[in-house]
């Protein structure tokens, strides 16, 4: 027959070269990667099978992955009667590595982070791992469907090439033969392989047989190593931690334990099982557009279809888990899920479940919590828009950066905010920002630490978005304090303005509105600033200026906002422009106030080169 050569895709290169390098301390989890295929092979034609029973018709085959180990000439055979692979397939799925962005994400790590184990766990690199052991990996295959004998034979040293030739095969599926390197011997021994599937397959659901000489009669029996019981469907006491965590690493293909996991049977109006787990890290590709999320659907034991994004909100897309379904039909598409009662049942009480357990961890464990929230805080901030219905749920779920929490880590919930209200605040306030430090030095803070007031501080891009969601936390409205608001007016006139000189001041604020009568939508006296000579607000109805600045990024048309200006008669800066007489020496300076006050509102000018001139004006008096 004839031999084809290939050429692997560039990034299977650097990823094998990365593999064989890093994963050299954990060698053995090739077999948990090589059953694992097997594995979801069979799932595969089981599902073919039960819903195009004509095309795929399941013979008496039990459905099984067989181990051989042939010690004279270094072999080891994992052999499954799944669902195979054509000439296509093999070219597509064993000759590149299908998720986008995998050579993006290599090209980002540097060479520390490349031999960092648990970063090339975080992609799984699946079948590549043979070639850590391996000079040699022949995969006979035949696909289920395939009338004829008629197969296909992958070959690779794991180096540049490969090589495909049509083959003579008369049964389904996969057989994937290792031709181990000299020093592996270890994998020829039949205890050792049978230790390794115990410690990391014995989850798989699918028999797993190792040939063996049965001692009695010196015939080859097949000697089942796994016990081949789905582990949700056992029971939560007979599930150790290290069973939990290993089942997770199959579905997730993450080298990293999870976080925390929640597993129930449940017995409603719907009967299904769930087993959910939280990551530890954010997928690395989780803001891919193409990132595959959602639950492993299972229906009556039966494997139905990956990534089921139908049963769980977007916001949740980084959980990991699988749901077994007793009523939903065996046929069932991503169609028929899409409008389907049952889905939507599932999915709320699943949503709710997630919830309810961040919110037990987070009473139970603080840090663990803060963990999570490091990790997928940001996605957490969309929850508020997409999600009304577990809207108080979510409002003890959010973390915040906060004046008093002084700093930069958002660990404040709103309870603990709560707990430090003054007697007499109406709102819960917050300010938004391009990032920390502008917010954390913000003078519209100024009389909110004055008066010992708490005030959250928000720098993610997402946060105006999220804000704009959130109407009140058990009866408090929430506040911006980059806007005016009444509630902050009162606060101050609690404490009795104590302007020295109010008419030399009504008639200053006279003259600034003259000169930028223009440029802003009304000139005020302030009494919330004690540092600051001046300050602009937005109008209570106006867009806020980060909401401008995300429908700008986002390509939108936006309104054209004018500010407030506010003006601290008590500085000794507004004090000394009073006085001077020279009208256009005062017309500059207030320009140049104003576009700095702009400047700390929305981080950039309009005209810069104006301000810069100005400036330059006055150095020049100065030096
Ligand atoms: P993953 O399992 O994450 O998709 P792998 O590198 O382990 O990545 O496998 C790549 C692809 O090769 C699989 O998705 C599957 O399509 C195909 N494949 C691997 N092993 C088998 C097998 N035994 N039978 C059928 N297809 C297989
Ligand atoms: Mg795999």
Redesign the pocket.
Known sequence: MKKNSYNFKSEVKEVLNLMINSLYSNKEIFIR??I???S??ID?FKFLSLSNPNTYNIDNDLLQIKIIIDKKNKLLK?I?N????NKK?LI???GT??KSGTKKFLQSLNEKEKTNNNLIGNF??????SFIVSEKVS?Y?KLANEKKNKGFLWESNGTGEYYITQIKKKTR??K?VLHLKDKESIFLEKWNIENIINKYSDHISIPIKIKKKDKLNNKYIWKQINKAKSIWTLDKKNITKEKYIEFYKYLS?DNNDPLLWTHNKVEGNYEYINLLYIPSKLPWDLWNKEHKHGLKLYVKRVYIMDDAEQFLPNYLRFIKGIIDSNDLPLNVSREILQNNEITKTLKKSITKKILNMLLKLSINDNKKYNIFWKQFGLIMKESPAEDFDNKDLILKLLRFSSIKTKSKKQTLSLEEYFKNIQPNQEKIYFITSDNYITASNSPHLEIFKKNNIDVLLLYDRIDEWMMSYLHDFKGIPFQSINKIDDSINKMVSQKKSNIENKQEIDMFIKKVKEILKDKVKNVTISNYLTKTPVIVRTDSKDMSTQMIKLFSAAGQKVPDIKYIFEINPNHSLIKKLQNIKDEKKVENYIKILLDEALLIEKGTLENVHEFSERLNNILEEKI
């Not at 799984?124 to 791992?129: D, L, M, P």
């Open positions: 990667e090589l694992s295929n097997a979801d092979a595969k994992i499954d799944g669902i195979g692979m397939d597509e799925n064993l590595i299908a799984g690199v699946g079948f590549y791992s995969v295959t599926g996969t994937v293909k």
